[in-house]
């Protein structure tokens, strides 16, 4: 991945939780377990019970 990561966040299907990784290690788990966010501002980590449980909030900014 290329760009400057703006914003690291997902929204879970299953409970409806946004949640949002802020700083690098910042392991952030949704209320049900189903779905986690990881690497703050320097990477982006999913974990996720099924494939298609979350939808991707992040926002990244390109770089040309």
Known sequence: MKGKIIK???QCKRCG?????KHVHDFVTCKCGACSVDGGHD??????????CYIDLSEVEKND
């Open 8 to 10: 690291n966040a997902i």
């Open 17 to 21: 939780d946004i949640i949002e990784s």
């Open 43 to 52: 990477y982006l980590r999913r974990c996720f019970a099924e494939k298609d």
